[in-house]
């Protein structure tokens, strides 16, 4: 990203050397910010004379304000060897960082730290050592988005800042040119469109901007359209004219009848002289965010914010304040649908020059700048994002190496795998019991699936075969209920977890799992005994001994599926012992089932204690352990059914 997007500083130099008439040249191009004419200047000195300091500071500088600090190692590592001053050590570590030398990097930070006492130059260059620290923890923001190089978009000079409106892409870029940007050397950038859907340009239909006319001899850049698109905004400066404004400003055109007005100076510059540049919109065009070097901020440009006017214009610019703004320079906003805030900073931990960033809200509501990562961002310029479909396509700018030519469009795409498709298809058959023989179909039974979270999640009536499907989530938890007149409703948990293949091994993006189960449904009817089995005691004792509550339990959910029904709970014992004996042994022993069960939540008024003691043995003629054992038992019945 070149200089008609950085704010210029000069710096007065010194020295005199033997070749005064290429110095005084070289001296008048880099005061007038003519960096590189002033760069190819100064190493024609530099082919005689290698150690000139005064040529290597000012080669150095140029390639510095006209960011391609990268490139200016050289001279600053000629500069500290005859001046190692905190000024030119530090540079130098700015230079190595945007190389990704990282650790040469620190070495000239800590150098620069033992030239000087100002504690504002020990501040900033400990935060610089401190960005690389924190660079080598960057996680990607998005791991499964991949970044691609737009080529049959981008040109061998620049091509930058898209954003979409009406089915067009909006660029700026170097090609069809007519002069050269003394700065750089680079042909000026002009404003261009294409018909697009989204990441689909029409590469071949690339026009110069039709809405108004761009201007020759200066540079047009980094546009911004409101969500209308009646208005339109962008970056004008770097003009050769002496007339025109000094410095790079804002400039807007409106739709007005029959097409878009000339472009006009924005009140929102506020002063001629200060740099405004990278606009971007607001998703609901209320608000304008744009860079500035204006006084009052945290560093070389900062991020501000102006709300639009009823007039359509805009207010006086808030700065974003020193979370998102660094003592370096933040860039090219943009705001989210969902309120996050991305831009461009090289003040911020990252991994070289300018590098893509977003500002969110923490678990606490506290704002937090966050890194987009190694597949967004390099050790060159990252910036201009956009987004055709938030957050999973878009654009971004760079001028990384391996690109077409200087700064170039790229695309990115969410390229997580769509998820294998498991479908749980679960048969439910309904079945009836019946006494001695084996169970049977059970048609028209009612039944009905509830999920985890006890939500109903289907239900249906059972077919003449007794069959309901079910279509089910894998790795869930189920429960299923099936009822009918005159039969004792029933709830049974279901559950899918181990049930499908992991879907990482699946080829299909579709597989359905078949898988059956049933429900046996009981006749109910009034003063029918059924028995429970495995209720066991202890001799002579009442307690409920833990396998006798689980057998319990079982009663206990017949109760819950079937709460207009009241039972009585029985227990019997055998022929031995007296009656006396055994009706109160049995008593207590139903006493107690019927305390337990009401402790597992059922009212007690649905329940009725009955020791029958041996009046109703099964076996009479029990001679064996286990013919006693039979005739010692615990039984319900139904004595009520409420409507």
């Known amino acids: 990203m070149k200089n008609h997007f950085l704010w210029i500083s000069l710096l007065l130099l010194v020295g005199i050397s033997s070749c ?8 008048e191009q880099y005061l007038s910010g003519q960096y590189q004419y002033a760069i190819n200047t100064f190493s024609q000195l530099l082919e005689n004379d290698p150690d000139n300091k005064e040529a290597n500071q000012v080669i150095a500088e140029s390639y510095r304000l006209s960011n391609r600090v990268e490139k200016s190692a050289p001279y600053y590592e000629k500069l500290v060897e005859a001046d190692p001053t905190f000024e030119n050590y530090y540079r130098l570590g700015l230079s190595l960082k945007a190389q990704g030398k990282n650790e040469e990097a620190k070495s000239a930070f800590e150098s620069a730290k033992g030239y000087t006492q100002e504690e504002r130059f020990l501040a900033e260059t400990q935060r610089q050592l401190e960005a690389i620290k924190l660079a080598d923890g960057i996680e990607n923001y998005w791991p499964k988005h991949e970044l691609v190089n737009y080529k049959e978009l981008n040109t061998a000079g620049a091509d930058y800042a898209p954003v979409l409106s009406e089915d067009f892409i909006y660029f700026t870029s170097g090609r069809q040119a007519s002069g050269l940007y003394a700065a750089d050397g680079t042909p000026y950038h002009k404003l261009f469109r294409a018909r697009a859907d989204g990441l689909k340009v029409d590469v071949s239909g690339v026009q110069a901007l039709p809405e108004f006319k761009n201007e020759e001899g200066l540079n047009q850049a980094a546009v911004a359209i409101s969500p209308d698109g009646n208005t339109i905004i962008y970056a004008r400066g770097n003009s050769t004219s002496s007339k025109d404004f000094p410095e790079t400003t804002l400039f807007v055109s409106y739709f007005r009848g029959g097409g878009f007005t000339q472009p006009i100076w924005m009140p929102v510059n506020e002063d001629e002289t200060w740099w405004n540049s990278t606009p971007a919109f607001s998703p609901d065009g209320s608000e304008l965010y744009f860079a500035s070097n204006r006084p009052g901020g945290y560093g070389g440009i900062d991020l501000y914010k102006a709300t639009r006017l009823a007039n359509s214009d805009f207010g006086n610019a808030v ?41 969110e809200k923490d ?10 990562g190694e597949n967004f961002n390099s050790s060159n310029d990252d910036f201009g994002i956009f987004f055709t479909e938030y957050p999973k396509a878009g ?21 997580t795998p769509k ?19 084996a169970d049977k179909i059970l048609n028209q039974a009612r039944v009905v699936l509830y999920d985890g979270n006890n939500k109903q999640a289907g239900g ?17 938890d189920f429960t299923i209920i099936a009822s009918k007149n005159g039969y004792f409703s029933k709830s049974i948990p279901y559950t899918t977890k181990g049930k499908t293949p992991d879907p990482a091994t699946l080829i299909q993006e579709v597989t359905n799992i078949t898988l059956d189960t049933t429900i046996v449904l009981d006749q109910l009817v009034l003063d029918r005994s059924i028995v429970l089995e495995n209720i066991y005691y202890d001799l002579n004792k009442a307690d409920i001994r833990p396998d006798a ?14 709460p207009s029904i009241r039972i009585e709970l029985s227990s019997h014992a055998d022929a031995r012992a ?15 089932a019927v305390d337990y069960i009401v402790s597992r939540g059922i009212a007690s008024d649905r329940l009725v204690a009955k020791g029958y003691g041996k009046r109703q043995l099964i076996n009479k003629d029990a001679q064996t352990e286990e013919e006693h054992q039979v005739n010692r038992r615990t039984e319900f019945k139904v004595i009520e059914i409420k409507e």
């Not at 005064?20 to 001296?27: A, D, H, L």
């Not at 998820?419 to 023989?437: F, Q």
Request: net charge negative; hydrophobic share 35%.
């Open 419 to 437: 998820p294998k498709i498991v479908n749980v298809l679960l048969n439910v058959i309904t079945k009836e019991r019946v006494a001695g023989e």
């Open 20 to 27: 005064k008439s290429i110095q005084e040249r070289g001296n």
């Open 363 to 372: 678990d606490a509501g506290k704002q937090v700048i966050v890194n987009l």
């Open 319 to 359: 700065n974003l304040g020193p979370t998102v703004n660094t003592p370096g320079n933040e860039l090219f906003p943009r705001m989210a649908p969902d309120g996050k805030f991305f831009f461009s900073s090289d003040g911020h931990p990252g991994y070289g020059k300018l590098d893509l960033f977003v500002a």
């Open 395 to 415: 654009y971004i700018s760079s001028n990384r190496e391996g690109g077409v030519g200087d700064d170039d469009i790229y695309f990115f795409e969410d390229k």
């Open 460 to 476: 249906d009536f059972s077919n003449t075969n007794g069959r309901v499907r079910f279509t089910l989530m894998p790795d869930s």
């Open 549 to 562: 509550a689980l057998e319990l339990d079982k009663l206990v959910q017949i109760l819950k599926d079937n």
């Open 578 to 592: 007296t009656d006396a004996y055994n009706d109160d042994l049995t008593q207590r022993r139903a006493q107690s």
